[in-house]
């Protein structure tokens, strides 16, 4: 086996481990081991396009701290669907999905001290990001109602959206509130999920989180709508970190409001990951 694909399969490895742990303790139904084991796929399947387009040979230092990661939101995604038949073990979904979090800053921190920077590392940091947030926001919805949901669709609305509107496909400037809505939204649901609070407060503090996202995305809509026939609309390597190597995207945009902590953007030339944008 090639250097290439030896990450990549290493990571679906530590997915399905990771998922016969589970099974073995807190236990998984059939629903939650193919949703855990999909994402797996998709993401071993998606890392080793990226790298035979960037023409890599390996993953870097930093993309095997975000594999780590993702491999935690595969065991998260795994949990959150088997608790659609019963109840959802919390005392291993919050831990595991605190680790998760806490792992996106260290990922940052590796990039910059290795100077392995790169924009597939970026994208995939970006989609593990954006899928967290979808799962979190699947978990609470039945704790705050359907509407929450919002919070981990707007990401792939945007993608959507891009795809109809051509003007939104521009290069956004960089922006540190994103980062700050980013961390926020996941810090937020975390909480919400954790399910120690009154059901009032965990509804405010949803609600806050989407009030955010919604700004957040709204300010970036109406840049790309302003500038829209002084720049060109092109897709662009992302500038700031959050990739899930989940359900592929189109490349079509560079999405405003759930990048993560790590500054990814290769200093170098370096080909876009696989067939999606960054959020």
Do not use: N
């Not at 870097?60 to 065991?75: K, N, Q, S």
């Not at 707007?154 to 922006?175: D, E, H, I, S, T």
Request: aromatic content about 6%; some cysteine; glycine content about 10%.
């Amino acid at each position: 086996m090639s250097r290439v694909r030896t990450g990549p399969v290493l990571g679906l490895t530590a997915q399905t481990v990771l998922l016969a742990g589970l099974a073995a303790t807190v236990g998984l139904d059939v629903a939650g081991w193919l949703a855990g084991l999909g994402y797996g796929v998709v993401t071993c399947v998606a890392l080793q396009h990226g790298l035979r387009r960037r023409d890599a040979d390996r993953l870097g230092p930093a993309d095997r701290v975000t594999l780590a990661r993702g491999v935690l939101v595969g065991g998260v995604t795994a949990l959150v669907v088997t608790g659609f038949s019963g109840p959802t073990p919390l005392s291993v979904l919050v831990p595991m999905t605190a680790v998760a979090l806490a792992l996106d800053a260290v990922d940052g921190w590796v990039a910059r001290r290795t100077g392995t920077a790169s924009t597939l590392g970026a994208r995939f940091d970006m989609e593990v990001d954006a899928f967290l947030i979808l799962v979190l926001s699947v978990q609470v919805t039945p704790v705050v109602g359907p509407w929450v949901l919002a919070i981990g669709g707007l990401r792939y609305a945007f993608v959507v959206a891009g795809w109809l509107l051509p003007w939104m496909r521009g290069a956004l400037p960089p922006r540190f509130w994103r980062k700050v809505v980013a961390a926020t939204q996941g810090v937020l649901l975390l909480v919400v999920a954790a399910d120690v609070l009154a059901r009032p407060v965990t509804a405010v503090l949803a609600a806050v989180a989407l009030a955010l996202l919604v700004e957040s995305f709204g300010h970036d809509v109406g840049w790309l709508w302003w500038h829209r026939s002084t720049r060109p609309t092109r897709a662009v390597a992302p500038t700031a970190v959050t990739s899930i190597p989940v359900p592929l995207l189109p490349s079509v945009v560079a999405l405003p409001s759930v990048p993560s902590v790590r500054p990814r953007a290769d200093p170098v030339t370096d080909r876009p990951f696989a067939a999606h944008q960054p959020v």
